[in-house]
Structure formats: C-alpha cells, structure tokens
T-cell receptor
C-alpha cells in the first residue's frame, strides 16, 4: 500500500540552527502534502498545505518565514525550521492529500 | 474556524471493559475519521466514515457518523492492554480543501 516516509525520525539541534525535514511519498504521487505539528499530549495542528509547483498555504498564526515549505516534486515535500528555538521542539507530521490520506511516521524535533 | 470537541479527555479502565468516546462539532463535517496514536509514532487510521448515519466496525471497534453530520462516536468492546494509546477523531469540514481537523484526543489506559 501507499507509504509516506519522513526523514529524519528524530533530530536534536542547537538553538539558532536550521533543520530540514523531508517527507516522501514512496509509491504514489502527492500533489498536496499537509504539515502538522503536535505538542506532547496535544492534538495535531495544521501548519500549512504544500502544493507541488506552487507556494505553500499557511494557517493563521504560522510564520511562513520561519517554517519554509518546498514541494519541488510530486514525491517530495520539505519543511525547514529556520533559526530554531526551544519552543519549536515538537513532533512534526506530514500527511498526503487526496481521497485517502496517508500519514508519515513523524519527526521528533528537540531544540536545545 | 471549524473545531472538533472530543471527550472524554482521558479514560482509565479495566481490561475487558467497553469504551466509548465521541466528537462533536458546531458545524457540519463531510467525513469522520478515527485514529489511534502510539507514543512517538504518527496516527494510524482505524475507521473512516463518509455518510451520515453510517455505522462501521473494524474488529472490536465500532464508529458511527451522526445523522446531523455534527458528531461521531467510537466504541471499543472488550478492551485489551494493547488498546492503550491516544485516540483522535478527525474530519473534513466544509469547502473540500482536504484539510483534516483533529479533536483534542482521548488518552486510554487499560489496567490488566
């Protein structure tokens, strides 16, 4: 069946650095990818909608200059957390769009 | 924006007991989905509901799409220790944007 992968699964970085998270659809093409973040014991909050070949659409309150999204191909969407700070520590999940939505396994980001 | 209210927030039950949780919304949802999330993992789809009144089972799990399209419930019968986790309801609201809106989650703990 369809699989969405994320890399890395876990990352620890120093405050001020940038971190790139990759989301790949392995056996299908995803023209749309949704990016969510989840704080511990909290629900998933939609950050942005990534569309192949066009600019991402960000939800209200999400800084587009801080969370850079690139959807350069039909199988790859990336989320870059720029100048990360401890409050950016979270679980980031990508979800493919379409009639059936497939979840990536998530990336645990810890900013020291 | 559209929101989902999920309850209860947490449950601590004895193995073998039945479990019920529900989600409500102030606005109509076009689909209802129920997910389970284990620690450190992405959510896994349990049941998807697409029509008002639909009642669907998946093993010991049963979920229904409310007639008003503003609510859904999930029942787990004869709980077992591996049912432990966080359960989320989610849905596609109006506008057919593909965005999933999540409930706050129900944390289930099962005592052997």
């Amino acid at each position: 069946g369809a699989v969405v992968s994320q890399h890395p699964s876990r990352v620890i970085c120093k405050s001020g650095t940038s971190v790139k998270i990759e989301c790949r659809s392995l056996d299908f093409q995803a023209t749309t990818m949704f990016w969510y973040r989840q704080f511990p014991k909290k629900s998933l909050m939609l950050m942005a909608t990534s569309n192949e070949g066009s600019k991402a659409t960000y939800e209200q309150g999400v800084e587009k200059d801080k969370f850079l999204i690139n959807h350069a191909s039909l199988t790859l969407s990336t989320l870059t957390v720029t100048s990360a700070h401890p409050e950016d520590s979270s679980f980031y999940i990508c979800v493919s769009g379409g009639d059936t939505q497939y979840f990536g396994p998530g990336t645990r980001l810890t900013v020291l | 924006g559209q929101q989902l209210n999920q309850s209860p927030q947490s449950m601590f039950i004895q193995e073998g007991e039945d479990v019920s949780m529900n989600c409500t919304s102030s606005s109509i949802f076009n689909t209802w989905l129920w997910y389970k999330q284990d620690p450190g993992e992405g959510p896994v789809l349990l049941i998807a509901l697409y029509k008002a009144g639909e009642l669907t089972s998946n093993g010991r799990l049963t979920a229904q799409f409310g007639i008003t399209r503003k609510d859904s419930f999930l029942n787990i019968s004869a709980s077992i220790p591996s049912d432990v986790g966080i359960y989320f309801c989610a849905g596609h609201g109006s506008g057919n944007t593909g965005k999933l809106i999540f409930g706050q989650g129900t944390t289930l703990q099962v005592k052997p």
